[in-house]
């Protein structure tokens, strides 16, 4: 038993918490998800060539690591700085297209000069059962037609991997320069609808159902991680504040109630940490999907207490934009809201 | 033993509904019900409304404008209201600053101020907090020195709510640094145009501009400006935090919030059923209904205390924990509901058919977070606990 990262992956871990502190202060971040497309394109390739994106593959596909904990270490630290950049799309995409044996696509994506957003879910269609955009071959080539509702990094990306009905299942397509509607996001990045319009699309599997299921559970599991990334940060924000904040003559962290509810939030940490720990170790196996459910339906209901939590501990200064805090906790709120929150996964456990 | 609002009480309400189809316009309430940010115009219309049916000052007595409703009356009032989504009358002038000049204001006072605060002539706003004096409001440190007839006031006040309206600021100053903190604190009213008064937005997390800090530097202020004798403030100070703290509870407005969840339940679909349809969701849904069942009960039975002159403020401690934790807990299914489409922000940037939920649905994350406010504010509920456990634990 060991609970320690490897050599590799601490190192992957101190190099990129040293970036993001450097490049991405808080007024930067700020002014980042201000305008669209709500990232930083020009920081993307110095991301790729941390060896964050070749970190979300293995070796046999042309990265250089591709296990449930690589995906962890780079997500925990991208939840510690509070990060826009769209890596999320890059990690489903990146791995869906490795599973089709698109090489030319992968090479392209962990050199950092494509970026590819991933839309599978549809307006009211969280489920991939529910999905309806089709793929038709008309003339000998593919087109799409239907719609993908709230694409994680849709603005300003290359091009985008569209999962859409085939007659063989469910297919994996690449669509170049898409159509798109963009947005902001409340707690920063950006997202857009994607419009399918006999749109023309590069087949990657006509029948990549499992491939698509499995790039959507290590998006999962990373959003775990990068919520426990976000909470040991709030955390530790909360903490400090009530101990230097002073009313009635003594600093609030010396009363117990108050104490009793951090207490709690550090509970739940550990709670988060472990599931997604479990979670990792499951990975590529039979038991990934049940594991991933538990681990983002237990993250889903420890975010959204430490993200009430911090805020009503703080009080005023808590609600206000200036607080680094307060986007922490819209952050960690919200990622209950993406790729299925706990009541999802709450029920795929209950199937399992 | 009886639940039921007498006939008098179900005419009233009758009325209300009438004047509110007549008054409210449908651009208003749509504001209200997609979330949308009021304009100045919009809340100055929407008293006009109301003083012109003499319906504005709620809680203030006939003889000087008031409508001379009971506790029961003003419930229904404000229930109605908020289930039309008219907008909430802002309180600074008719709720607080009204009822403290009635009980502790000359004449003089009395009559200058009220009127201009019937017809909208004056939009006040409030100087309490500070930086340094929030739950423990009592150790604030803005210091008001006397110079002749003027009082000359140093310091910094935040939280002011539509300060950036307000042509008037009350404010709680230090006149005293012996005894007690609560000692040495006065009530006084200021001109937001004198010289020295700056006031600078904060922008709350949900990027909206409600509150405000306001600086004074060397502000003149005519000693007749105080409300009530020199430190005695805190006296006034409590009496008006009693009125912030009527209609705490929220029924109407949770009443409405969830009725638009319901509505939202059966419009939305999770795994190609309506969410309604969702055991775990509707269970959900069914668990904060009974909640609020209860609290509209208990709501009501503080009511009909008041009536009697018997509420205390324990109970209204207790409602305003309860009521703002149930609301939240809505506005947190409201957003949950929605699913990936509560991302999306700023909501009414984007075209019409942007997004596939209901428009009076798009804002939900942003209320949600705007409305983490009610557990803080007005005396968080931390403190309301406190008040409690004092209360129960008196030897």
Known sequence: MDFNLSEDRQMLSDT?????????????????????????????????ELGVIGAFVGEDQGGFGGTGFDITTVFEELGRGLCPEPMLGALMSLRAAADCGADALVEAQIAGTTRLAFAVF???AETLDQLRASADLVDGAWVLNGRKSVV???????????????????????????????????????????????????????????AIAAALDAGRLALCAEAVGLMTVLTDMT?????????????IGSFQALQHRAVDMAIEIEQSRAITILAASKLGTDEAAKYVAMAKNLIGRAATLIAEESIQMHGGIGMTWEYPGSHYAKRLSMIDHQLGDRYVHLQRVVAA | MDLSYSPQEEAFRDEVRAFLADALSEDLARKGRNGDELTKADMDGWHAALNARGWLATTWPQEHG??????????????????????????????MLGPVLIKFGTDAQKAEILPRILDGRDWWCQGYSEPGAGSDLASLKTRAERDGDHYVINGQKTWTTLGQHANKIFCLVRTSAEGKPQEGISFVLVDMDTPGVELRPIKLLDGGHEVNEVFFTDVRVPVANRVGEENKGWTIAKYLLTHERTNIAGVGMSSRDLDKLRTLSRQLLRGGKPLAEDPIFAAEMAEVEIDLEAMRVMN???????????????????????????????QSLIKTALGASAAPFPAADLPDNALSVPADAAAAAATYFNNRKLSIFGGSNEIQRNIIAKDMFRS
């Open chain 1, 16 to 48: 990129l918490r040293r970036y993001l502190t450097e490049q991405y202060d808080f007024d930067t971040r700020n002014a980042i998800i201000d305008a669209a497309p709500y990232h930083a394109p020009a920081k993307w390739a110095e991301l790729a």
């Open chain 1, 122 to 124: 549809e307006p009211q």
């Open chain 1, 152 to 210: 994680y990094g849709l603005p300003g990306a290359d091009g985008a991997l569209v999962a859409a009905r085939t007659g063989g299942g469910l297919g994996l397509f690449l669509v170049d320069d898409p159509e798109t509607l963009g947005y902001a996001l409340i707690d920063g990045g950006g997202a857009g609808e994607l419009i399918l319009d006999a749109t023309p699309a590069t087949c990657l599997g006509e029948d990549a159902g499992a």
């Open chain 1, 239 to 251: 903490v400090d504040y009530l101990k230097q904040r002073k009313q009635f003559g003594r600093a």
């Open chain 2, 66 to 95: 008031g409508p001379g409703w009971g506790a029961v009356e003003r419930h229904i009032f404000e229930e109605e209201c908020a289930m039309a989504y008219a907008p909430r009358v802002v309180p600074f002038g008719l709720g």
């Open chain 2, 300 to 330: 009501l039975a503080m009511l009909s205390a008041a009536s009697e002159g018997a509420a205390s403020g324990m109970q209204s401690s207790m409602l305003k924990i309860k009521g703002t934790v149930i609301r939240q807990r809505i």
